[in-house]
């Protein structure tokens, strides 16, 4: 088998019923947290990543994620896989240190040499970042696997959250909406190779430049939208209900293909799962298939940024001239209403 093989079928369907949820992992996780005080954010909270505190000036970040192949081509797997896993150390305002590879490959059906097309892919991310590979482990495995466990750097006081939107905010998203359901296309091959490349773009976008930019505006919170969507990052950052997210559904962005996909029931059983934990802490003003790029898991999405009203235009006109042609302001902090939650 060549390094052309189809990457995307060497991940497993699942016949599960029951999907586990964000909600389901919180309760996982209740009994699991620590009381050392150089733990500055730990699994209490909701947040991107960990932050221990190293010294009163200096604090690293600690994230980790794995994902299957969403494209064929393994070097833009690997590259996308850790553009994904870096994104939450970027999140956070840190700048990216180290990484080490975490593998699970197919030994008996793909070859080392895409193997090492998919690791060259990820180690181009991590030095543009301005990390390095330091390491890894590979396991054997059925299904595909690759990911970054990454270490970040940040002044403790420059830390930025995920759940402390300020009413009166605006919100800013950096990359498009609907790329779960444009991966689950490229599964199926419903997609042409003009929409493969410009997804794959999107993918292998770092969002280092969109966090850079952040960090000379007032910023009160930001999150980088992965596999709970849209809707259950936005959750998240309204603190569980304390604020509610008003989003105007017009100024999404969106990848015109993925309303295409969703219309043919092409979407991704994550999607379903988001619905099904996030819709009743929903108020939706708007009816149809649209509703479901709210939910949609996205892989490697962009940054939800929530920064003062007026710094958003110039925050925008700055993410945008970094490269993040799709950045858009799509919604409002109010003070909490009926849901946490609104798209009208």
């Given at each position: ?9 060497y991940v497993k369907a699942s016949g599960c019923a029951a999907k586990l949820g964000p909600g ?162 490229i599964k199926a091959d419903l997609l042409d190779d003009a929409t493969i490349r410009e997804a ?145």
């Open positions: 088998m060549d390094n052309s093989a189809k990457l995307t079928k389901d992992l919180s309760k996982l996780l209740l009994n699991l947290g620590s009381d050392d005080e150089r733990v500055l954010v730990g699994i209490g909270s909701n947040d991107d990543a960990a932050v221990i505190r190293l010294q009163n000036e200096l604090a690293v970040v600690q994230t980790v994620d794995i994902i299957t192949p969403v494209v064929d081509d393994p070097f833009v797997y690997g590259q996308t896989a850790a553009a994904n896993s870096l994104s939450d150390v970027f999140a956070m305002g840190a700048e990216a240190l180290s990484a080490l590879n975490i593998v699970g490959f197919d030994n008996c059906h793909l070859t080392p040499e895409i193997l090492a097309e998919i690791l060259a892919g990820g180690a181009d991310k991590v030095k543009e970042a301005g990390g390095t590979v330091v390491g890894g482990h590979t396991i054997e495995t059925p299904e595909m696997l690759y990911g970054l466990s990454v270490n970040g750097l940040i002044h403790p006081d420059r830390l930025i959250r995920n759940d402390t939107p300020r009413v009166g905010d605006l919100l800013i998203l950096t990359k498009p909406l609907g790329m779960g359901m444009i991966t689950t296309g794959a773009a999107i993918f292998t976008r770092l969002n280092l430049y969109a966090a850079r930019a952040m960090r000379d505006f007032d910023v009160s919170a930001a999150t980088d939208v992965t596999g709970f969507g849209l809707a259950g990052h936005a959750y998240e950052m309204s603190g569980k209900g304390r604020v509610t997210l008003q989003f105007d559904y017009k100024a999404l962005p969106v990848m015109p293909q993925a309303l295409e996909m969703a219309s043919m029931g092409i979407i991704p059983a994550g999607t379903y799962t988001n619905e099904g934990y996030l819709n009743d802490k929903t108020e939706w003003r708007i009816k149809g298939v649209e509703r479901m790029l709210f939910y949609d898991a996205q892989t490697s999405g962009g940054l939800l940024i929530a920064v003062h009203a007026d710094d958003a235009p110039r925050l925008l006109q700055r993410i945008r001239d970094e490269g993040d042609e799709y950045a858009a302001i799509i919604g409002e902090v109010l003070p909490f209403e009926k849901k946490p939650l609104v798209v009208e």
